[in-house]
């Protein structure tokens, strides 16, 4: 039973430290999973907080019953939010362990793994209420192997739960690394200075202008995939409320943002339109799928001020803003995962 309890500890322990080095991805995985959008803040900083504190009772026996008590009563949650979402058709990620599973979608699987841990939960918990036998694994003077048993897995614990940290703050570094080179890319096509008396100053053409860039939208004629011409502001006029998309075809940042888009399988009445400076190696999105997108030889963009991909802006159905202008993935990021669990529950 000491194997279970330390067994059950070290999951705990590499969820809750998975899920707390990556606050963003278990906000956004709460609110997909059905938490209502202003407590998955909360929920980003205390789930992970309960789940090492539960790993930490479960080790010593005087506080192994509050543990897996505890333990118990959040895997009988996530066992219940994970069944209801797939009774309901839904497979949203639940980042179980952070980044690490944060493109996972929730399956049968999902379900299976959570009923065995809630089931040695369940069994921890009734051994750590029987008195007098140690069945849950004692720490006395005939215990002694066992403690030397526990002792390595406790190493072995912290030894993997570095390895998580170590993962998954090599993995934020090398995106904030990759969104500095694409931004420094983006802003080394903005050309060379403008000559004194020519017009406005380098600072001020790099400063987006979104009065102007709305106008030349409205204006504006992008081509579809096949060539064919198209106005944008039609394009728009199709929907409440669009997201409008502006990216490079030199910008990876842009592709990992694409791919984002295209996971939001319930729009909600939003449409995403994306509008390319060219073609280049860039695929087509699928004509089904939740994003459209266009050519315009950067003529948009360039009107508007954007001298740095991704960047968008939702508009209405008349191009009137309805908010700022997000300049690059990390904040396009951050729309998507504030606004996902209200276009999925739309």
Not at 103 to 126: E, Q
Not at 264 to 281: H, K, N, R, S, Y
Not at 321 to 339: E, F, N
Request: aromatic fraction near 2%; include cysteine; charge should be positive.
């Amino acid at each position: 039973m000491l194997a279970l309890r330390l067994a059950l500890a070290a999951v705990f322990l590499a969820s809750g430290i998975a899920k707390a080095v990556t606050p963003r991805t278990t906000a956004a995985a709460a609110g997909d999973l059905g938490v209502p959008a202003r407590l998955t803040p909360a929920t980003a900083v205390l789930l992970p907080a309960v789940e090492i504190v539960v790993a930490v009772l479960l080790v010593p026996t005087p506080t192994a019953v509050v543990g897996s008590a505890a333990g118990t009563a959040l895997l009988a949650a996530f066992t219940v939010l994970i069944a209801a979402n797939l009774a309901r058709g839904r497979r949203p990620s639940c980042a179980c362990f952070g980044a690490l599973s944060a493109d996972a979608a929730i399956s049968g699987r999902t379900l299976m793994r959570n009923g065995v841990l809630l089931a040695a939960s369940v069994t921890v918990s009734v051994a750590t209420l029987l008195s007098g036998d140690c069945r849950a694994g004692c720490y006395d003077a005939a215990g002694g192997q066992q403690l030397l048993i526990g002792a390595g897995v406790v190493l072995a614990i912290a030894v993997a739960a570095g390895l998580v940290l170590i993962h998954s703050l090599t993995r934020m570094v090398g995106r904030l690394t990759q969104r500095v080179r694409d931004l420094e890319a983006a802003l080394g096509r903005s050309g060379l200075p403008t000559p004194a008396g020519s017009g406005p100053s380098e600072r001020q053409r790099a400063r987006a202008d979104v009065p102007t860039l709305l106008r030349a939208a409205a204006v504006g004629t992008v081509t579809d995939p096949a060539g064919s011409p198209r106005q944008l502001a039609d394009l728009v006029a199709r929907a409440d409320r669009t997201l409008l998309l502006f990216v490079s075809s030199h910008c990876s940042a842009c592709t990992r943002v694409r791919s984002q888009i295209e996971a939001v399988t319930e729009p909600g009445g939003l449409q995403f339109v994306a509008i390319t400076d060219d073609w280049g190696a860039a695929q087509p999105p699928a004509p089904d799928g939740t994003l459209t997108m266009f050519a315009d030889g950067g003529e948009i963009a360039e009107a508007g001020g954007i001298r740095a991909f991704p960047s968008a802006i939702e508009v209405d159905a008349a191009l009137r803003p309805s908010g700022t202008l997000m300049t690059g993935s990390m904040q396009i990021r951050q729309y998507l995962d504030t606004h996902r669990g209200a276009l999925q529950r739309a």
